[in-house]
């Protein structure tokens, strides 16, 4: 190829490669930066979650938002939030949160909005992401069937998925060289994820319906 007029030998990397006259010192790895941590527990108590489900779903039509086919319900009430939001079904995952992050107590976190997803046979949703708050979490509350319907992460540097990097042949997929991240869900499983992060969920074909709750929160000194 041609640098600048100069003709030069494309390099190419092998899995032996020779060592040079003068020794060098070892490649040393660059801390990571700009960390996404994606955040996760068993939360077993959904009773009290499905039974507001189930007294919504009664009421109420779905909307459509992200979600192509299925029932999404409206925001959840604040009386309706208080009965399933309980320091226990939380605390967990917010003191993992916390310290992860490196916050000083005390930290409060506020729910910004929750809302209901029931997904039949044939159900998905298209790529989005939530604004106006810091995290989104999914409650798995129903799950009769995990081997479809995933949740899937996306790369967040879409400038970079463009330029064909992830497109490379691969010895097997990392953290550095992966464009998605595939979640299963399963029953009582709760995920965090920055809420500037594009997600999807993927077409569900089980036979039951699957339910969860989605919701977006913020942390406050």
């Known amino acids: 190829m041609l640098i600048n007029g100069v003709k030069t030998t494309a390099i190419q990397f092998k899995k032996d490669i020779m060592s040079t006259e003068k020794k060098t010192k070892p490649l040393t790895m660059i801390n990571d930066i700009f960390k996404n941590p994606i955040l996760n527990c068993k939360v077993s108590n959904t009773e009290a979650a499905l039974e507001v489900y189930k007294e919504i779903r009664k009421k109420n039509e779905s909307r459509k938002v992200s979600n192509r ?12 939030r208080e ?6 079904v939380m ?3 917010l003191e993992e949160a916390i310290n992860v992050y490196g916050w000083k107590k ?16 044939g ?3 298209i790529s989005h992401r939530h604004s106006k708050s810091h995290f989104s979490f999914v409650w798995y ?16 540097d879409g400038a970079l998925i463009m330029t064909g990097l992830f497109d490379l042949e691969r010895n ?10 595939q979640i299963t869900p399963s029953e009582g499983l709760m995920v ?30």
Do not use: C
């Open 123 to 125: 159900d998905y949703n």
């Open 106 to 121: 005390p930290v409060n976190f506020n729910i910004d909005g929750a809302w209901f997803n029931a997904n039949e046979s």
């Open 141 to 156: 509350l129903k799950v009769p069937d995990s081997s479809s319907g995933q949740l899937i992460l996306e790369h967040p």
């Open 69 to 80: 086919g299925g029932y999404q319900s409206p925001l959840l009430l604040r009386e309706e």
């Open 83 to 88: 009965k399933i939001f309980t320091a226990e």
């Open 91 to 93: 605390k967990d995952i």
């Open 172 to 181: 097997g997929k990392n953290y550095y060289n992966s464009e998605l991240m």
């Open 192 to 221: 965090m994820f920055p809420a500037s992060l594009k997600h999807r969920v993927e077409r569900y074909e089980g036979q039951a319906t699957r339910v969860s709750l989605a919701f977006n929160g913020s942390f406050k000194q």
